[in-house]
């Protein structure tokens, strides 16, 4: 092994000069004359100085490469180093440190101070050296690059706002009090100036006889500093809704000023809001926050060249295996986890560790994290939304039990002496907000924040950042990830649901992709290490998927290949010739056959051993919920309210012992809607198809859904994915008709 290689990215302004204490002898006695050497003849990284060369070290006990390197002067044979006693830089005889920790770590040029290599699995299978970008971005594509990366957050604020808007006209201030999607009613208090010289106006939170009194509007009603609200008056003949902006907000007291824009009579408005009888309600509008983070951040990024230059593919991408100190993690890995741990100590910028559904994503990040602490190294994790960076940290902990294996149950163990801060107070884990929520994030070996809560540290304030379900995560949002690390480890699955997009303009342009999957594209998959054995189901459960999504790549445990649901067959289809109906008010569909299908579906299950509480129905309409639960609750099992129904993409990451799916479109002529969409599609099906452990029922019309329809051609449909499926479950004798 030539160390050579190891120092091929290595920079001398991302280090600095070693300091040590030049008396100490306390090492193995090492020729540094001839190491140094060595390392000179390799690297001749020179300085201003002539005659003046710099030697990057190697870790105390492993040939790795450090930020901290020593100054060699050939011709006069001595190193260059800080004296630690002093303070000041100073040069010594090489011949004078060959027991002090300068030799130590200079060993590794000799040939016979390298350990053998203990390289243990396929070399085939670690990633290579310098990966190139499939292409590269020209001049003036970098700059429109980072344009319309602005541009799409720009355009999801708005249709957020658009959104939210559309939501309460068509709801109404009186429904909406009724359902419980506003805050109120807000009493008035006074009327006071601004610091930007304009009015704004004092509300007092009113407490109804019976409710509690210690109401935070913060944690209870979810208002903000700097947040837009809809604020609204009960009766008529008055001029709201307007837009408000909360600039600022206590306990149980928020103060208010109106936006300009869309106020017809200021007069009248303000003299509703400065009468003493005055009642408002808020309905959320926009929470600006997390959108200025994510501009600042891409603003950041461009500033930064690596990272522009990676973004755009202007470099290669590089990893070092040190195959003379393998990571080990700290919990048990099959092959396929520990090869993707190798990968991620061993990536240099980036690397995505691609995790299908029950392959032990977050496991193996667990371990990965523990191993780079135990380094030395500075680690952040993040994710998309709280509950994502909770489920890292702690898992299913209790209060009372730490879930094995995992980042809380080391932390709460003495020996290993791990620390652990959670940024943001919305979290709503007991166990994080008890444990962690208080804690330094200056003194913590790990900090856990949102991708959001992420953006108030500044550029490259950790040596790693590790981000989960970083499929589901925006480009913007992962930039702040990107923006404070050095190194960003990416988990997810590319092949299931993608970022949710507010604005669906965007959706066919594909500014909606992950960042996780945008470097594939730009890499390839020669950056990215797959997670192949699935510990969540049934062979036969996850056969068609593996074909269909993962190129037959996966393998099923043994624990799980067999699992079943008393004697109940791990997969059928139910071939009903139901009515679809469109609701009245806004677009969605129902079908009131499928309901009455999957309700039996559902006693079936139950009569058959499984607690309702392990059963979860997937519609992929909104509007069939309603219908699928009234159907549920006429069945006459118990606790039916337990059974979870819900939409697909609130299942994405979800499991349950059964699933029960309803497709819900079906018709003559073969619209099936957004299920036929040629990219979303089929991800959307994967989710749906890879929740189940041990019993999955599939309720829908095979020929609508298998029949490309009128409006499209074959190649921007995905029917016939459809169609597969069905050919599958009819071959294994288990399609019900």
């Not at 979290?427 to 108030?456: F, K, L, M, P």
Request: glycine content about 6%; charged content about 25%.
């Amino acid at each position: 092994m030539n160390p050579y290689k190891k120092f091929s990215d290595w920079k001398r302004s991302n280090a600095e000069l070693l300091t040590t204490d030049i008396r100490s002898g306390e090492y193995d006695p090492v020729d540094v004359s001839e190491a140094a050497s060595r390392a000179n003849d390799e690297l001749q990284i020179s300085t201003q100085n002539e005659g003046r060369f710099v030697l990057p070290l190697f870790e105390l006990d492993e040939p790795a490469p450090i930020r901290e390197y020593v100054y060699y002067r050939p011709e006069n044979d001595d190193i260059g180093c800080i004296d630690s006693n002093f303070g000041t830089p100073r040069f010594i005889d090489c011949e004078k440190l060959e027991t002090n920790e300068i030799g130590h770590r200079l060993r590794f040029w000799l040939p016979s101070h390298r350990p053998e290599p203990e390289i243990d699995i396929d070399e085939s299978k670690l990633p290579k050296d310098q990966v190139s970008p499939i292409d590269r971005l020209a001049k003036t594509e970098r700059e429109q690059f980072f344009q319309q990366l602005r541009g799409f957050v720009r355009s999801e604020r708005d249709a957020e706002k658009e959104a939210n808007w559309e939501t309460y006209n068509e709801v109404g201030l009186e429904s909406a009090i009724h359902r419980n999607l506003v805050s109120g009613p807000f009493a008035h208090i006074s009327k006071i100036k601004a610091k930007n010289g304009r009015s704004a106006y004092r509300f007092q939170f009113v407490v109804e006889d019976g409710d509690e009194e210690d109401v935070n509007l913060r944690n209870d009603e979810e208002l903000f500093e700097g947040n837009y609200c809809i604020l609204d008056l009960e009766g008529e003949n008055h001029p709201f809704p307007i837009v408000v902006e909360l600039i600022s907000v206590g306990d149980q007291t928020i103060t208010i000023q109106p936006k300009k824009d869309g106020i017809q009579n200021t007069k009248s408005v303000r003299g509703y809001l400065s009468q003493d009888n005055t009642e408002v309600w808020l309905h959320p509008l926009l929470n600006p926050v997390p959108f200025e983070r994510r501009l600042t951040a891409i603003s950041q990024v461009k500033k930064s060249d690596e990272k522009r230059e990676l973004l755009t593919g202007q470099r290669d991408v590089a990893f070092s295996v040190n195959e003379y100190a393998l990571p080990e993690g700290c919990i048990e890995l099959n092959e396929y986890q520990r090869q993707a741990l190798i990968w991620a100590t061993s990536a240099e910028d980036i690397v995505c560790i691609h995790g299908p559904p029950g392959t032990g994503k977050t496991r193996t990040l667990t371990a990965f994290v523990e191993n780079t602490v135990s380094r030395g190294n500075s680690v952040l994790v993040t994710a998309h939304s709280n509950q994502a960076v909770d489920n890292l940290l702690v898992g299913d902990s209790t209060l009372d039990s730490p879930e094995d294996d995992t980042l809380h149950e080391m932390a709460q163990d003495p020996e290993k002496n791990l620390s652990v801060a959670r940024v943001g107070s919305n979290s709503r884990n007991q166990v994080v907000r008890t444990n962690y929520t208080y804690e330094s994030v200056a003194d913590a070996d790990i900090v856990a924040a949102t991708t959001s809560g992420a953006a108030t540290f500044e550029q490259n304030r950790f040596d790693i950042a590790v981000v989960d379900e970083a499929s589901q995560a925006s480009r913007p949002a992962t930039a702040i990830a990107l923006n404070c690390a050095r190194k960003l480890v990416l988990a997810g699955d590319h092949k299931q649901l993608p970022p949710y997009c507010a604005d669906e303009s965007m959706q066919e342009e594909d500014m909606h992709i992950s960042l996780f999957e945008y470097l594939l594209n730009r890499y390839g998959e020669n950056i990215a290490v797959l997670l192949r054995k699935q510990y969540r189901m049934h062979e036969k459960i996850a056969e068609f998927p593996n074909q269909a999504f993962y190129q037959g790549e996966l393998e099923t445990a043994s624990r799980n290949r067999d699992w079943t649901v008393d004697d109940l067959k791990p997969i059928m289809g139910v071939n009903i010739q139901g009515e679809e109906k469109r609701q009245t008010h806004g677009n969605s569909y129902y079908n009131p056959q499928e309901a009455e299908a999957v309700a039996k579906q559902v006693k079936l299950l139950v009569k058959s051993g499984l607690g309702p509480e392990d059963i979860g129905v997937i519609t992929a309409y909104s509007g069939q919920i309603r219908k699928i639960r009234n159907q549920i609750h006429r069945v006459g099992i118990d606790n039916p309210g337990v059974v979870t129904v819900d939409t697909v993409d609130s299942f994405q990451g979800g499991e349950r012992e059964a699933i029960i799916v309803s497709f819900v479109r079906s018709n003559p002529d073969g619209y099936s809607g957004f299920l036929e969409f040629p990219v979303e599609g089929p991800r959307r099906l994967n989710v749906a198809v890879t929740r189940a452990r041990k019993r999955l029922v599939l309720v829908g019309n095979w020929d609508t859904l298998g029949t490309v329809a009128p409006h499209r051609s074959p190649s921007e449909s995905c029917a016939d994915l459809y169609a597969e499926l069905a050919e599958y479950i009819q071959s294994q004798g288990w399609m019900l008709s």
